[in-house]
């Protein structure tokens, strides 16, 4: 497994208490194709994440599951100054994960697609990602009938293939990623998150019935990566 900070938020470095300022997002990415022992990661997780890890049906969603909690763990216990394997977790609004007890309130998100694992770190603020395959079988035309306000339904139907799908999946990601964020879960409707604005900035202009809080800022990450079917 390589896991290295993505390129606009941090420069080569390696993860440590001291590198993660107050302000700032760590982006991390792994691609576990190039993976460490599968055993090795399994021996990190706790006993319900091991028990959660033996539920899958398929081994693929099994192997997965290892590796990208396996990620998460290495990366805390850095952060942490601790053994991966020592890191205590818990759940909070919504079954979001989190630290118990955490003097440097760290906070941290996971996201995993196929060989793709992100995890985004920061101290005293919540943060959300989310990573989601293209699977050439996908409907999105569907999902972009519920998922989309009515300014982003009219902005897609204005464009051409292959924007369009580009654009709803860089939205899709925003939207998910924002409600992982709050740990809302189902709470907050996705066709009521509008993105279709410049979302990097905090002076948009919200859409009818947009339920997004604007002071949150929200960036789309290339990573131009090409996965095998088969993870």
Same mark, same amino acid.
Request: charged share 25%; aromatic share 10%.
């Given at each position: 497994?390589?896991?290295?900070?993505?390129?606009?938020?941090?420069?080569?470095?390696?993860?440590?208490?001291?590198?993660?300022? *107050?302000?700032? !997002?760590? %982006?991390?990415?792994? /691609?576990?194709?190039?993976? +460490?022992?599968?055993?090795?990661? &399994?021996?990190?997780?706790?006993?319900?994440?091991?028990?959660?890890?033996?539920?899958?049906?398929?081994?693929?969603?099994?192997?997965?599951?290892?590796?990208?909690?396996?990620?998460?763990?290495?990366?805390?216990?850095?952060?942490?100054?601790?053994?991966?394997?020592?890191?205590?977790?818990?759940?909070?609004?919504?079954?979001?994960?989190?630290?118990?007890?955490?003097?440097?309130?760290?906070?941290?998100?996971?996201?995993?697609?196929?060989?793709?694992?992100?995890?985004?770190?920061?101290?005293?603020? *919540?943060?959300? !990602?989310? %990573?989601?395959?293209? /699977?050439?079988?996908?409907? +999105?035309?569907?999902?972009?009938? &519920?998922?989309?306000?009515?300014?982003?339904?009219?902005?897609?139907?204005?464009?051409?293939?292959?924007?369009?799908?580009?654009?709803?999946?860089?939205?899709?990601?925003?939207?998910?990623?924002?409600?992982?964020?709050?740990?809302?879960?189902?709470?907050?409707?996705?066709?009521?998150?509008?993105?279709?604005?410049?979302?990097?900035?905090?002076?948009?202009?919200?859409?009818?019935?947009?339920?997004?809080?604007?002071?949150?800022?929200?960036?789309?990450?290339?990573?131009?990566?090409?996965?095998?079917?088969?993870?």
């Amino acid at each position: 497994m390589t896991f290295m900070p993505t390129e606009r938020f941090v420069p080569s470095m390696r993860p440590s208490a001291s590198t993660l300022s *107050e302000g700032d !997002v760590h %982006v991390w990415c792994a /691609d576990v194709r190039d993976h +460490w022992p599968e055993s090795v990661l &399994y021996d990190l997780l706790n006993e319900a994440e091991q028990v959660r890890a033996r539920s899958f049906a398929f081994e693929e969603d099994r192997r997965r599951y290892v590796h990208a909690h396996g990620f998460l763990r290495v990366l805390l216990g850095c952060y942490l100054g601790q053994s991966p394997g020592s890191v205590r977790l818990t759940t909070g609004h919504n079954g979001k994960p989190c630290l118990p007890s955490d003097p440097r309130a760290l906070r941290f998100n996971l996201s995993h697609a196929r060989a793709l694992v992100l995890c985004a770190l920061a101290r005293d603020r *919540e943060v959300g !990602v989310d %990573v989601e395959w293209r /699977d050439r079988e996908f409907s +999105w035309h569907d999902v972009a009938s &519920y998922a989309c306000s009515e300014r982003e339904q009219t902005v897609l139907s204005s464009l051409v293939e292959p924007a369009q799908a580009e654009t709803f999946f860089s939205w899709w990601t925003l939207k998910e990623a924002y409600v992982k964020a709050l740990g809302a879960g189902l709470e907050l409707p996705l066709d009521r998150i509008d993105v279709a604005d410049g979302f990097e900035t905090r002076s948009p202009v919200p859409a009818r019935g947009d339920l997004r809080d604007h002071r949150w800022a929200m960036f789309t990450i290339p990573l131009d990566l090409i996965i095998p079917e088969h993870w």
